[in-house]
């Protein structure tokens, strides 16, 4: 879903469109922090504490949870023993 996004006035409204999310801008801070929005962490179960991957490319940055990736490499490794 492709959340797409109505903006007036500084405010956001999220709409539901594809299985993909828009979750709006953030601003890095200056120690190059950033607030990862409140629907992206109830969404993908981000909690405090948890570990995250930053992945890039030329085309921009994406953040993943490791347990994702852990689960990956989990499962190449199966592959690879059997």
């Known amino acids: ?3 797409l996004w109505e903006i007036s006035n500084d405010s956001y409204k999220m709409h539901e ?3 993909k ?3 709006g801008v953030v601003k ?3 120690k190059g922090q950033i ?3 409140k629907d992206a ?3 993908y179960n981000i ?3 948890d570990t995250l991957m930053m992945l890039g490319d030329q085309k921009g940055i994406a953040l993943l949870k490791t347990e994702i990736i852990q689960s990956i490499v989990d499962q190449a ?3 690879l023993t059997k």
């Open 77 to 79: 490794m199966e592959g």
């Open 35 to 37: 607030v990862i929005p």
């Open 41 to 43: 962490r109830k969404i």
């Open 21 to 23: 999310y828009i979750f």
């Open 1 to 3: 879903m492709l959340y």
């Open 17 to 19: 469109k594809d299985g």
């Open 47 to 49: 909690q405090p504490g």
């Open 28 to 30: 890095v801070g200056d």
